[in-house]
């Protein structure tokens, strides 16, 4: 997504995306996002079928991480999920393939057990290393709203334990500096400190994340700098999640 000029360039791609399937596809949707409403509004002749809905397949959390939650169908339970995956957005994932699956006549038991035994995909909340009682996540978030998501679902499975948010802007709209300052400082939020590889290009952003996040905040343009710090701070009980789209110009085989 990082290639298209705005949103709605996004959007657009994902009508042409509708457009190549047949009548009989069936499209699972998440019901309760306007973008993804617009897209369908633009036209749509396969068959579609939306979740999040009242009327339809639903994930109401067990635990606040969604690390367990129940698949509620007009809201009677039909499954309860267990895995180590975190965060709303995977339990609308997972909505997304009971929908489909429930379709293809799979049993919601069957696809509770298949969705239990994944363990997620590399660089997504991926655990680098658990030592000293501190845990070091991997994740590809490279734009403000993956970053948000992310540490959304960090907060909610760590609760008031530190969190140190490590961010390289390895992207080609955050090096450019397509978006606004604020939206990292809103993105960033709910971390406790920040660690952000600098470049030229980046220096309004690395002021407003200064000004909000004051001493809680170390920008540096050498890796080494950063792999100290990270070593210099970390405690037993914190988290560290470092996000890039890149190798982190080798920050991983630092720590």
Not at 20 to 42: E, H, K, P
Not at 94 to 106: D, E, I, S
Not at 135 to 144: L, Q, S
Not at 209 to 225: I, T, Y
């Amino acid at each position: 997504a990082d290639i298209f000029r705005d949103l709605e360039d996004v959007k657009r791609q994902f009508h042409h995306l509708l457009k190549t399937l047949s009548q009989n596809a069936l499209v699972a949707y998440n019901a309760a996002d306007d973008n993804l409403q617009s897209v369908l509004a633009q036209g749509c002749w396969s068959k579609t079928q939306g979740f999040n809905t009242k009327e339809g397949l639903q994930a109401a959390a067990i635990t606040s991480d969604f690390s367990q939650f129940d698949v509620r169908n007009e809201g009677e339970t039909i499954a309860t999920i267990h895995w180590p995956l975190i965060g709303e957005h995977n339990a609308q994932n997972a909505l997304a393939v009971f929908t489909l699956l429930t379709r293809a006549g799979f049993e919601a038991k069957a696809i509770a057990a298949a969705l239990e035994s994944f363990k997620g995909v590399k660089r997504r909340m991926e655990i680098l290393s658990e030592k000293k009682g501190v845990t070091i996540y991997n994740d590809f978030a490279h734009h403000p709203t993956a970053i948000k998501t992310t540490l959304k679902a960090l907060r909610a499975k760590v609760g008031a334990r530190r969190i140190i948010a490590v961010l390289q802007f390895g992207s080609y709209t955050m090096r450019e500096g397509v978006h606004a300052p604020s939206a990292f400082v809103e993105a960033l939020s709910a971390a406790d400190d920040v660690i952000v590889k600098s470049n030229t290009q980046n220096q309004v952003v690395l002021a407003a994340l200064k000004a909000h996040f004051g001493e809680r905040f170390l920008a540096s343009d050498a890796v080494a700098d950063i792999a100290d710090a990270i070593h210099r701070e970390a405690k037993s009980g914190d988290t560290v999640l470092i996000m890039s789209n890149s190798s982190f110009d080798g920050l991983y085989n630092l720590l």
